[in-house]
């Protein structure tokens, strides 16, 4: 019993904590009396020892509020969202402890951790709403090993699982990207709601407002309470246009005095509603005076018309404006760009010199590289700008030929993915500057898309619609069941129709064909023209593109 209580005393001058220290007080009491006392009196003395360092252990741990000596990392500030809590790791720091002693309790009820270097880790995974007590503590013995804590922390946290309840308003119809667009709705425990960039506050009642500068591409709605708790809903504001009545005019075509008071006659007799005017042709000409400056450098800008004078002119009688841009058949850039070094810009044999195609030994430029790219898409923002309402880009393709044969530098993936990427590239800032987007295609791209890299679904997603350039004269005998297309315009527009509409489900786009009147191989007059629109109305498809590249029309007053 002496090398016992001597033990104890010894203990107390080690350590430095209150209970330590009264334990070898006492202990040291007890070595007194037992000195006096000899040993009748020891088995006497040794119980009250006993039972006083109890009583003295529970007493002064009794008055320690918390443990302390360790620390957690991990919790967020705030009250915790389910998102939140999910992916939340919660790290006890040893502080020089070996972490396989750490105990852990989650309120109240011991949980297991991980132990990781010098730390325990611990994932709560899903918890219910509350609030609760997380503990971290490493067990110390007292006395005979029991009733006592040492070194630990407690953190106490709130969770909340439940999300906001969104109801909105669809917003109603709109004629043009340059409306705006007002969103309305209720969000019940919300304290904010955004759509992109936007968000305010809503107000008592849940109620919110939105004013969007023109209808969202692809946009939700987000409402978010204070734990981060989200409730999200699509918007769909849709852009009604009236049916489109348009025939094709070039730049040249528009400044000829006569072809252009035609073009005004058929816009008063109530025959077209559109007229679809150059911004660039197939030379690559910008037929008006252009900003953009690679346009300038290149040397592309011809100011056959005066763009905004023929806006005002148009919209004045009521008119709407398609500007068409000539993508990437483009023989002013490409000779250009070659000429300057820029090789990487143009499309190349595998011989490393321009792909030469029918329209040229050197005509197409790289629609895989940036600055191709960028110089369609900042014509469109600029003709959009100046109040173009709406843009058509044509030859959005690869040239004809083999595949094989053909070298886009730079490019990461496949044509027929790039043109479509394209497409998503230009798609905001177009509607931004208040523009429709819609592109020319060709007729066979909706059964043969890899053909000239031009995949219906896939360039769907992206446009307001479809332009399939459906003209009799191009399709060859046979084909959909016709066995003369040229000769049987409604047949052949009727039956090509049917593949493009089902490859448009599922998207926003809207159909509106290429019709042809011209002659080629069979005279066209108005009557052929007027079967192919008949065509196109009893397939469902509302709406005309007329294509002559002499600007002369057979278009009957409907």
């Known amino acids: 019993m002496n090398n016992i209580l001597m033990k104890i005393a010894a203990t107390a001058r080690r350590r430095r904590d209150s209970r330590a220290i009264s334990e070898g007080k006492l202990a040291r009491a007890l070595l007194d009396r037992f000195r006096t006392t000899g040993h009748r009196r020891l088995a006497a003395v040794v119980v009250t020892a006993v039972l006083s360092i109890l009583v003295a252990s529970v007493t002064i741990s009794s008055v320690q509020a918390e443990p302390e000596g360790l620390t957690v990392t991990g919790l967020p500030d705030g009250t915790i969202s389910a998102a939140t809590l999910s992916a939340m790791t919660l790290r006890v720091d040893a502080e020089g402890h070996d972490p396989a002693d750490i105990r852990l309790e989650l309120d109240g009820e011991p949980v297991d951790g991980r132990v990781d270097g010098g730390t325990v880790v611990y994932r709560p995974g899903s918890l219910p709403d509350g609030e609760h007590k997380f503990t971290a503590e490493i067990p110390v013995g007292g006395f005979f090993g029991f009733l006592r804590t040492g070194p630990g922390v407690s953190e106490v946290f709130t969770v909340d699982n439940e999300a906001p309840t969104l109801t909105v308003t669809q917003p109603q119809a709109v004629s043009s990207y340059r409306q705006p667009v007002m969103v309305r709705g209720t969000a019940t425990g919300a304290d904010r709601v955004a759509i992109g960039t936007q968000s305010v506050t809503p107000a008592d009642d849940g109620s919110f407002e939105i004013t969007m500068p023109r209808a969202p591409t692809g946009a939700e709605i987000v409402a978010m309470d204070a734990a981060g708790n989200k409730a999200t809903q699509a918007i769909s504001a849709a852009i009604e246009t009236p049916k489109i009545s348009s025939v094709h005019v070039t730049a040249y075509g528009w400044a000829h005095e006569g072809l252009r008071e035609d ?23 910008v037929g008006y005076d252009s900003q953009v400056p690679l346009a300038r450098e290149s040397g592309a800008v011809e100011p056959i018309y005066d763009a905004p004078a023929t806006l005002r002119q ?5 008119v709407r404006v398609v500007g068409r841009i000539v993508a990437f058949r483009d023989s002013t850039m490409a000779e250009w760009a070659w000429n300057s070094g820029r090789t990487d810009w143009v499309i190349q044999n595998p011989y490393g010199q321009p792909y030469a195609s029918k329209y040229g030994a050197i005509a197409f430029t790289n629609f895989a590289n940036p600055e191709m790219r960028k110089y369609n898409i900042d014509l469109a923002v600029e003709a959009a700008k100046l109040g173009f309402d709406g843009i058509m880009y044509d030859y959005i393709r690869r040239p004809d030929g083999a595949l094989s044969q053909m070298v886009f530098p730079g490019a990461t993936e496949s044509p027929t993915t790039s043109i479509a990427e394209f497409l998503r590239e230009s798609r905001d800032p177009v509607r931004d500057a208040g523009a429709d987007l819609s592109a020319a295609v060709f007729g066979v791209a909706a059964t043969r898309p890899d053909e000239i890299a031009q995949d219906i679904p896939l360039m769907s997603k992206y446009v307001d619609y479809i332009a399939p350039m459906l003209y009799p004269s191009h399709w060859n005998p046979g084909e959909y069941g016709v066995a003369n297309p040229n000769s049987q ?7 090509s129709l049917q593949d493009f509409r089902k490859q448009t489900q599922g998207t926003s786009a809207k159909i509106v064909p290429w019709l042809q ?18 065509a196109a109305r009893d397939a469902g498809v509302d709406g005309f593109f007329l294509w002559s590249p002499t600007v002369t029309y057979h278009l009957a007053a409907g």
């Open 314 to 318: 148009l919209h004045d009688m009521g």
């Open 517 to 534: 009147d011209f002659s080629l191989g069979v005279s066209y007059g108005s009557g052929e023209v007027t079967a192919q629109i008949d």
């Open 489 to 495: 315009p409604y047949d052949i527009v009727f039956r």
């Open 263 to 285: 073009v005004l006659n058929m816009v008063r007799d109530g025959r077209i509603n559109t007229v679809q005017l150059d911004i660039k042709d197939e030379d690559g000409v």
